[in-house]
């Protein structure tokens, strides 16, 4: 099975670091006993870390493109589009930088219609040289048109054609002995899969610091297939998550308006006003694992919560807002300061840099970058300090209580049941089968 594992998920290059700086954190220098380099305390079956730390990249298998045959390194990715989203914004989660490529798809036929199309939950993938420069594109302008965008000799070229063959389903299973990655490499499992589940799980678990040996999973996701070659990752239908003993369900429900959301078996809605940590996850910062433990002790004295992890990292929005503020802040460094509904801020500080667009008064979305973590300002190393206010008043952000996003829909609750019946049916034929299947 292991050659139908064909996806990429490269960790874009590092922006290149403000100088670091010799500034010492007076906080931290108060309270040695969490500085984050010394932060080595592992809660007991926390998985010790098992550092990849060498840049990521695997390459796909591309049908049709033969873009460039120069052996410079390309960075693959994928990205699911957002509600509310811009091509501006997908391009640069996607680590696009390519002005001239954005000047293409607003003045091609074919192109343009990435501008119109841009329906929440839909793929893109790009494929970039090492500055950021599109090599190759593809978007699905529906589940069965693909779109695609290909750097020529002399500019770009984009053409749509038809996708004829439905998702290829698959259904694995994986027990986490060292790191998310470790087994979902393993058991076959894509990484643009392993990257949804840790999405799909991100309001419940922090795949960063909360798992344990032992923990398992049962997933069952897409494939996309054309002319028997395989195109991409899909979608995540149903998962199911056991983590530290405690079971989560995911089964993706799509509404009568054609959006995509994971609930519970319930029907609860598993998006939570809030993620549990706001540094994304991905194989470069999951490396990082047990031994740069976030620091939770003393969160009060510190008045904020303390994630190590690499120069670079990509720190993103813990819940939906606007941002209040986005610049130089003494002791903070680069710090972006976001408002939330419920008169609830968070700040995000000793950033490295700002993600494009963030600035004063502009709208976020939950889990979008805003920035990079740095150690700007008063800080003994790279690491994110997060601060989580309610009306004003510091609060710790692992303990307090947050809302539930919405449930499933009243007039919905017969299909959504339906669903969700037999999402749990095939998870638990998926789980209980024995794991050399899948492998
Ligand atoms: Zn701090």
């Known amino acids: 099975m292991h050659t139908q594992k064909a996806d990429i998920l490269a960790q874009r290059p590092r922006r290149p670091g403000l100088t670091r700086r010799l500034a010492v954190c007076l906080l931290i220098l108060a309270l040695p006993a969490i500085t984050v380099v010394t932060a080595f305390g592992i809660a007991p079956g926390t998985i010790a870390a098992d550092l990849h730390q060498a840049t990521v990249r695997e390459s796909i298998t591309l049908p049709d493109f ?35 490529a954005m000047e293409f798809l607003r003045a091609d036929a074919t192109g343009r219609a990435i501008f119109r199309q841009l329906v929440p939950g839909r793929m893109m993938q790009a494929e970039t040289g090492p500055a950021g420069e599109l090599i190759s594109l593809r978007y699905f302008l529906s589940p ?13 070229t984009a ?7 439905p998702p290829r389903l698959f259904y694995r299973t994986a027990t986490i002995r060292s790191s998310l990655f470790a087994a979902t490499d393993a ?22 610091t909360e798992l344990r040996r032992g923990d398992r999973m049962a997933v069952v996701y897409e494939m996309i297939y054309d002319s ?12 199911e998550f056991v983590n530290d003993g405690r079971i989560y369900h995911a089964v993706l429900f799509t509404d009568d308006e054609g959006g995509d959301g994971y609930y519970s078996l319930d029907g609860s809605n598993r998006a939570k006003a809030f993620l549990r940590s706001p540094v994304e996850f991905s194989r470069v910062s999951s490396g990082f694992g047990g031994r740069f433990h976030p620091i939770f002790r003393n969160w009060r004295a510190h008045t904020g919560v303390d994630f190590a992890a690499p120069r670079g ?19 903070y460094g680069n710090a972006v300061e976001i408002r939330h509904g419920g008169s609830i801020t968070t700040l995000y500080a000793h950033l490295s840099g700002f993600a494009k667009g963030i600035r004063a008064g502009a709208r976020v979305r939950q889990g979008e970058p805003i920035g990079y973590v740095g150690a700007t300002g008063y800080a003994t190393g790279p690491h994110l300090h997060y601060e989580f206010k309610i009306s004003g008043m510091h609060q710790d952000p692992m303990r307090v209580a947050l809302p539930k996003a919405e449930p499933v829909p009243a007039r919905l609750k017969d299909d959504f049941m339906q669903a969700a019946a037999q999402a749990r049916a095939t998870n638990s034929r998926v789980a209980s089968a024995p794991p050399a299947r899948f492998e």
């Not at 779109?147 to 500019?155: I, K, S």
């Not at 749509?160 to 063959?165: C, D, F, G, L, Y």
């Not at 195109?231 to 998962?239: F, K, N, Y």
Request: charged fraction near 20%.
């Open 159 to 165: 053409r749509s054609r038809a996708v004829a063959e």
């Open 144 to 156: 069965s048109s693909l779109m695609e965008v290909a750097r020529a000799a002399d500019g770009f």
């Open 313 to 331: 990292t990509r720190v993103i929005a813990a819940a939906d807002g606007t941002v209040v503020s986005a610049g130089g802040r003494g002791g």
């Open 228 to 239: 028997g070659e395989l195109v991409a990752a899909g979608r995540i239908l149903a998962a």
């Open 66 to 100: 033969k873009p460039v045959s120069a052996p410079t390194p390309y960075f693959t990715t994928q990205e699911r589009v957002l509600r509310g989203d811009t091509v501006a914004a997908l391009f640069e989660r996607l680590g696009v930088s390519d002005a001239r």
């Open 187 to 208: 058991a076959g499992i894509p990484d643009a899969i392993a990257i949804q589940i840790a999405r799909v799980f991100a309001t419940d678990i922090d795949f960063h």
